[in-house]
């Protein structure tokens, strides 16, 4: 896995390039996450970029993950903001659990799961899970107090595990 | 009880009447207001009270608000927080110890433990981000920082300055102002020349306005051969020559005025007659080392005077540079003239007597 050189100076467009690399498909993940839709997500990504290198010359590399994600994540509050206004991302969401058909059924659940979720712990437990972001980071990305970081993710994972409990019983 | 009880302050009797703060006189005044006033009385059934239920603050919010984990807090309500903590990774040797002894006495919530294990998301590697390629930035490009900026317009600006004033004869820099000296010199060459020519005539008064306006020409064109080649040939087209005056030759060796007090000497030696009529120049006369010329007409620069020394001495401070500048008017003894050194550039003029 690509690193940024950890220097205190900032981010310059060969970093920022190495950010891409390293974080672009992570963000694409988590966004898409949010919006079912990869073509908006695509474009989130992509915004978010553009919005990172207008700032890069204020962002030390060092920081450039967070920044990323924080960055994306405002993004993603705002489109989802205007896409529930309009319905669209309604008429797109939960056909495509399709494309989660490789992965081991658990896991499937789980996502499946992971729909049903407010949107806030969604973020808060791809935060946590996918990026292993601690408490205390994921409340800067999300402008959260840690503690409340914290108890999304627990009613998150119980929700989940509910989730999984009623599968099982199902089954 | 002091106060009357009025349609416009019943009110505020009324509240303490219907939680039953009122008392004595008081109630009893108050009732028998309502009594005169029965449209006022409010229905006791109608009078909203909120009353507090059973809610609880949630105890999951209230394990998480805490600082740290204390075991002490697992029950059977509480047991979601200790396993989504172990999961999380919050607990550590001891406490894991003792949740695991927790699970072991309670078999039953063993499906619960194992159920919170398995709710890591893990992220599906196939979903990447196509447009990589399309979001980088060049590497490697020259970022010119806006100081560099400045010293190339400050160099671009020397150039022009350094082209204009040392290869193009033309511009007006050149012609005016770019060789004060020599255009100085060369017109006191003229004046030198006009001298000259009246002194070689012998006798001024002889000699035909259109014979002295010819031999000035010739001499001109002896000056200035440039000129005479571009009227003889034709016109060809002449690149810009530039005009290399040195100074120092024309103060030490080889000048202009030494071949006319060459010329002098040697008109005086053919004819002793004539007084010189042109000012006697040393090339490194300087007020200190100046001969006194056996000439009564000539006058030494010695005898000049300053006649503005505190402004000579005030440019001299602002030059950085050694200034003397002296004028001397001419008598019927003496003659005239001025001497001008600014550093090492002398300029010296001298006129006869009158």
Redesign the interface.
């Known amino acids: 896995m690509a690193v940024l050189q950890s220097t205190l100076c900032y981010m310059n467009?060969?970093e920022?390039?190495n950010a891409?690399?390293t974080y672009?498909?992570?963000?694409?993940?988590f966004v898409?996450k949010h919006t079912r839709n990869?073509m908006l997500a695509?474009d989130i990504?992509?915004e978010t970029?553009?919005k990172v290198?207008e700032k890069h010359e204020d962002i030390q590399a060092e920081k450039a993950k967070s920044y990323l994600f924080t960055t994306a994540y405002h993004c993603l509050v705002d489109v989802m903001k205007k896409e529930s206004r309009s319905g669209s991302i309604e008429g797109i969401e939960r056909k495509g659990n399709s494309?989660?058909a490789?992965?081991f059924d658990?896991?499937k659940v789980?996502?499946e799961a992971?729909e049903r979720l407010p949107e806030i712990q969604k973020t808060v437990?791809?935060l946590?899970?996918?990026e292993g972001y601690h408490y205390d980071e994921i409340a800067e990305i999300t402008n959260l107090s840690e503690?409340q970081v914290?108890?999304y993710?627990?009613?998150a994972?119980?929700t989940?595990?509910t989730y999984?409990?009623d599968i099982?019983l199902v089954a | 009880m002091s106060k009357l009880i009025t349609k416009d302050n019943y009110e505020e009797f009324y509240l303490d009447y219907l939680e039953g703060n009122l008392s004595g006189e008081t109630l009893l005044a108050f009732e028998a207001f309502l009594d005169m006033h029965p449209d006022l009385r409010i229905d006791d059934s109608s009078f909203p009270v909120v009353e507090a239920d059973e809610s609880t603050f949630d105890s999951?919010?209230k394990l998480?608000?805490k600082q740290g984990i204390d075991m002490n807090d697992l029950t059977a309500e509480t047991l979601?927080?200790f396993l989504?903590a172990r999961?999380?990774g919050q607990l550590n040797a001891d406490q894991e110890a003792q949740l695991n002894h927790w699970l072991e006495a309670n078999a039953h919530y063993r499906?619960?433990a194992r159920?919170?294990a398995?709710?890591?998301?893990?992220?599906?590697?196939?979903?990447?981000?196509?447009?990589?390629e399309?979001?980088?930035?060049?590497?490697g490009?020259r970022v010119i920082p806006l100081w560099t900026a400045g010293l190339a317009a400050a160099a671009g600006l020397a150039l022009f300055f350094l082209l204009n004033t040392g290869n193009n004869p033309v511009s007006p820099v050149n012609q005016s102002g770019g060789n004060p000296v020599a255009v100085e010199q060369s017109d006191s060459v003229k004046e030198r020349n006009n001298q000259l020519d009246s002194a070689n005539a012998g006798n001024p008064s002889n000699a035909s306005g259109s014979e002295k306006t010819e031999k000035r020409k010739n001499r001109e064109k002896t000056f200035y051969p440039t000129q005479i080649r571009h009227d003889n040939e034709p016109k060809k087209e002449v690149t810009p020559r530039r005009r290399v005056v040195q100074q120092r030759n024309i103060l030490q060796e080889g000048t202009i005025l030494a071949s006319l007090e060459k010329r002098n000497a040697h008109l005086s030696e053919e004819n002793k007659t004539i007084t010189p009529l042109y000012p006697y120049i040393e090339p490194s006369l300087t007020p200190k080392n100046v001969d006194v010329n056996n000439d009564m007409a000539a006058i030494s620069v010695n005898d000049m005077k300053n006649p503005i020394e505190p402004v000579t001495s005030r440019l001299s401070e602002t030059l950085n540079r050694p200034i003397d500048f002296r004028t001397a008017k001419a008598n019927k003894q003496k003659g005239g003239g001025f001497y001008l050194k600014i550093g090492k550039l002398e300029i010296s003029h001298q006129t006869a007597s009158l």
């Open positions: 467009a060969k920022y390039n891409i690399d672009a498909d992570n963000l694409f993940r898409v990869k695509d990504v992509q970029f553009a290198w494309d989660t490789h992965l658990i896991q789980l996502h992971l437990v791809l946590r899970d996918y503690s914290k108890v993710i627990f009613r994972r119980q989940l595990k999984l409990k099982e | 999951l919010r998480a608000l979601d927080f989504i999961q999380e499906q619960d159920l919170f398995l709710t890591t998301l893990q992220p599906d590697y196939n979903e990447v981000f196509t447009a990589k399309d979001l980088k930035k060049p590497v490009g």
